[in-house]
């Protein structure tokens, strides 16, 4: 059996995402590389890969920079299988509500830096999933989020949703569904009484979330800041406003 195409693996890089990714899903993993310093810490991933019958190898660093496509590599990389990113089924995520626990919701989030912070966090904070909308700009999980994520990918799970607006109805038979706005929104502390879950929804980086979005909201909330400047960073904003609905 060949080895599936470099042009359709994931380059995971850096110990923190590697790491994840062979305790959740070494299965995943097609070929590994790294440099003298972390030989060391490596030797586990190479004998999983050496029984699966899969490549491993120690580069030197300018041959590392190319495996990995960037200079900030953290000194290993993994070659692996994309993580799938299936439908939302509306009605299994009626069911999710029962947990408690919020749902993050992004709408047209671009820059992939961001989406591997926001996934970050939401790791960080034990939010278990996250819905991506069909917003023409919505970036999806690629080498440069894995690498900023830190290995979040593996723990939160990532749905797409075709026709979002739609989505958000539905969501709102199970969820209090919160847009967010860089104005004229409710206080965050606002977001905590409520007697459904929360759904929050993040709009993309330059011009937020659409009318159609906010529309389809229950609410909207923004964040008080000193006015100095607009807004702030949604990967910041994602931060602040999670932790605000991880609070019991």
Request: hydrophobic share 45%.
């Amino acid at each position: 059996m060949k080895p599936a195409s470099r042009t359709k693996l994931l380059r995971v890089a850096g110990l923190p995402a590697v790491k994840a990714l062979f305790a959740t899903a070494p299965q995943r993993v097609e070929r590994l590389f790294f440099d003298q310093r972390l030989k060391s810490q490596v030797g586990d991933f190479c004998a999983e890969l050496a029984r699966a019958r899969k490549s491993y190898r120690m580069v030197e660093s300018d041959e590392l920079e190319r495996v990995a496509g960037a200079v900030m590599h953290g000194g290993v990389v993994a070659w692996a299988q994309p993580k799938p990113v299936p439908m939302l089924d509306p009605a299994k995520a009626a069911g999710w509500a029962r947990d408690g626990k919020p749902l993050l919701l992004l709408d047209g989030i671009g820059n992939p830096h961001n989406l591997g912070a926001i996934v970050r966090t939401a790791a960080f904070l034990g939010l278990p999933r996250i819905v991506l909308s069909d917003h023409p700009a919505q970036a999806m999980p690629s080498d440069a989020s894995y690498r900023v994520a830190e290995g979040g990918f593996e723990y939160v799970e990532l749905y797409r949703s075709a026709g979002f607006v739609k989505t958000l109805q539905q969501l709102r038979r199970s969820y209090r569904v919160i847009g967010t706005a860089a104005e004229n929104g409710k206080p965050v502390e606002e977001l905590r009484r409520a007697d459904r879950p929360l759904a929050l929804v993040l709009g993309n980086e330059e011009h937020g979330s659409p009318q159609s979005t906010l529309k389809a909201c229950d609410a909207i909330v923004t964040i008080a800041g000193s006015g100095f400047v607009q807004s702030l960073n949604v990967a910041a904003s994602a931060a602040i406003l999670l932790h605000a609905l991880a609070k019991p």
